[in-house]
């Protein structure tokens, strides 16, 4: 009784269509995780949060829980919104 048993071939062909699967342009295709997200949410949307956390209303925590974007973007996002860095 050969419960739970397959043969080589049909183990190698699995792997093969599973190497197929996972290689199918999903590398690089996302784009840029900060960009999707402004997408996503809207730049006004962020400006509003940026502001709220620059002015000590919300937390970096908070931040990251209103946006999906962690405190290191920070800077990225006053470029993007204000022009500079502040």
Known sequence: MDVNKISRREYDSGIK?????????????????FNNTIKYN???????????????IITGGEFYKFTNLSKKFIPDLQK???????
Not at 17 to 32: A, C, M, T, V, W
Not at 80 to 86: A, K, M, P, S
């Open 80 to 86: 993007r919104i204000y022009g500079v860095e502040q």
């Open 42 to 56: 809207s730049e006004s949307y962020c400006a509003v949060v940026l502001e709220a956390y620059e002015n000590g």
């Open 17 to 33: 269509n599973l190497k197929e699967f996972s290689s199918y342009g999903f590398k690089d295709s996302g784009g840029s995780h």
